[in-house]
């Protein structure tokens, strides 16, 4: 399979998108570089991305920034204990003046979707978006229904521990491209939010700034992005470290290798650069692999966190030695 090369323009209109983005989401939430950065590395590479922290960091109200700072549908679903599957999939209804049923499609016919507090929904529930997010469509009635083009999922939801919560699926869990904890402001960004926040609603001042095709173009353009042997051998040397250590149960799976290529692509592209380094698979091993590997008891008792367990691994692993990029004409 040939892959297209990506121009250097197509690289620079990447860069921009993502910075204009940025700019959208730093006017609502400062001081959270890290979290942008792995957010808009996931959208570029058209992942699904779950934001988990405490109640009242802002995981609700960078979704929605988002969700504003890209001129595409947009839909919300506040999961709660008493919603049904049909609530987010969409329901055929019976038109008795026509004598026919008729779909009507639910909030994640959209190109974003907003899952808030996904895990405050029974597991039933939580399942209904699991062929959304990987087939990229929905079985409603015995018929398959295509989902818009891109499509992205953003969850929200609270630690496991925090009372009235469902803990997702090993098997949704891994849907998600990456976790991210958006964690406590520093002091100064904290004052900072009260005087932004200070009567007045700092979402009023996100606006559009890419249009859905936009957006589908920068994703294409990150799916051409370099990666080469070596870097390759390095993603997948990082990977098989997490089976091999005695402080996880369970090490990252070969889907996880797969994302971790796509979402580093995507960061390299956000920097300008038409190849992948092995900066860019560190950066983001943590996000893309803490929720999927599960810590031993011997981990546990010692509280260390899966995200503590992933860095020693990187820190572990060597390096391939630093070269010019490979020629990009290849097939």
């Known amino acids: 399979m040939t892959t297209t090369v990506p ?27 890290d979290a942008v950065d792995a957010t808009l590395a996931t959208v570029l590479a058209e992942g699904h991305l779950l934001l988990e922290d405490v109640p009242g960091v802002g995981k609700t109200t960078l979704a929605r920034a988002l969700g504003r700072a890209l001129d595409a549908s947009v839909g919300r679903i506040q999961f709660t204990p008493d919603l049904l599957p049909s609530d987010v999939t969409g329901v055929s209804v019976f038109r008795s003046d026509e004598h026919r049923f008729e779909f009507r499609p639910g909030p994640v016919f959209a190109n974003i979707v907003v899952a808030d507090e996904i895990n405050r929904a029974s597991p039933k529930t939580q399942a209904a978006l699991l062929e959304s997010m990987q087939e990229r469509s929905v079985t409603v009635d015995g018929e398959t229904r295509a989902l818009p083009a891109p499509f992205l999922v953003i969850a929200t939801q609270n630690p496991i521990d925090m009372e009235g919560t469902y803990p997702l699926p090993e098997a949704q869990r891994d849907r998600f491209m990456t976790r991210i904890a958006v964690g406590y402001p520093t002091s100064a960004d904290e004052v900072a939010m009260l005087d932004a926040h ?55 799976s070969p889907r996880s290798s797969l994302q971790l290529l796509a979402a580093a692509k995507a960061r390299a592209a956000m920097h300008g650069r038409d190849h992948v380094l092995p900066d860019d698979v560190k950066a983001l091993a943590v996000p893309v692999l803490a929720h999927r590997v599960i810590p031993s008891a011997q981990a546990r008792g010692a509280n260390r966190t899966a995200e503590a367990v992933i860095e020693d691994v990187i820190a572990q692993v060597a390096v391939p030695a630093a070269r010019s990029p490979e020629p990009l004409a290849r097939g």
Do not use: F, M, N
């Not at 470290?241 to 402080?247: I, S, V």
């Open 198 to 252: 200070d009567g007045h609603d700092p979402l009023a001042d996100v606006h559009p700034v890419a249009t859905a095709a936009d957006l589908e173009r920068a994703i294409a353009t990150v799916r051409g992005i370099y990666g080469a042997p070596a870097v390759k051998q390095y993603l997948v040397d990082v990977v098989r470290a997490t089976r091999a250590t005695a402080e996880l149960r369970l090490g990252a």
């Open 7 to 33: 121009s250097a323009q197509q690289l620079a209109d990447v860069a921009r998108l993502a910075q204009e983005v940025r700019a959208q989401l730093d006017t609502v939430l400062s001081g959270l570089d």
